[in-house]
């Protein structure tokens, strides 16, 4: 059990909440919560309303979830391909290369693909995103994406894209499309150590400069570099909502 389950678990006890009741305050499902408590989940997209509710503090929280992912990085060794982590859909893949009927549910009578929400959902003061594997939802696929193999979304988390991109903002990412100057982008980078994840961002797409890629960010405005080598992959976000 991590640390953040143990925290969790114990605080829980401590305030006589169960995890039905924590669910229904939270207004997520009960399996969710009970994954959570279990260590299958390590980065809850309601992590605020549920420190909250056990009365953790947003930073004991936070660095409860971004240890317990970073153990989850280095027990699970990921594997990887052009598309970085993508490749831990892989198991779900049908022949043909799409994701196995991605989930699929009836809205308004009928069937509509469900895209998965790759990554974590916090993210580090920079923007910074660990892309392990994990699933953490699926949300109804716009009618755009609908035919394309691997689609997937991200939830933003933090400023460093405001005001072109607000924290609870859910981006929609085409990774079979080739990125222009100017797009805003996913750039999933290698890890620092062997056997993490992908590093990922949402950032603007300033280009290749000699061996480097340029990235911008708007909140503070800067530019940031990665070595051309260390890139995975860079998708372009097509768009985004606040749901």
């Not at 143990?6 to 924590?22: G, K, V, Y």
């Not at 990887?80 to 009927?101: F, H, K, M, S, W």
């Not at 949300?139 to 991109?165: H, K, Q």
């Not at 990235?215 to 372009?236: A, G, T």
Request: glycine content about 8%; overall charge negative.
């Amino acid at each position: 059990m991590s640390k953040l389950s143990e925290r969790l678990t114990s605080r829980a006890a401590e305030l006589n909440i169960s995890q039905t009741d924590l669910a229904a305050r939270v207004e997520m499902s009960q399996p969710s919560i009970s994954d959570l408590f279990a260590g299958l989940t390590v980065s809850p997209k309601k992590w605020r309303e549920i420190a909250k509710e056990l009365k953790i503090d947003e930073r004991e929280m936070l660095a409860l979830i971004q240890d317990a992912t970073k153990e989850a990085g280095k027990t699970q060794r990921i594997r990887r391909t052009v598309t970085g982590a993508l490749a831990a859909l892989e198991e779900q893949l049908e022949p043909n290369g799409t994701i196995d009927p991605a989930p699929v549910s009836i809205l308004s009578g009928k069937p509509v693909r469900m895209l998965p929400v790759l990554g974590e959902a916090v993210g580090g003061a920079d923007g910074q995103y660990a892309f392990n594997g994990q699933i953490l939802d699926y949300v109804a696929c716009p009618p755009s994406l609908t035919n394309v193999p691997n689609a997937y979304a991200v939830w933003i988390d933090g400023e460093s894209m405001y005001p072109r991109y607000k924290s609870g903002e859910l981006v929609y990412v085409h990774p079979g499309k080739p990125a222009r100057r100017g797009d805003d982008v996913i750039v999933q980078i290698r890890p620092h150590e062997e056997d993490m994840p992908p590093r990922g961002f949402v950032k603007e797409l300033v280009g290749y400069v000699g061996d480097k890629l340029v990235l911008k960010q708007y909140n503070p405005d800067s530019k940031i570099e990665f070595p051309r080598d260390d890139v995975i992959s860079i998708h372009p976000i097509t768009f985004s909502g606040k749901y």
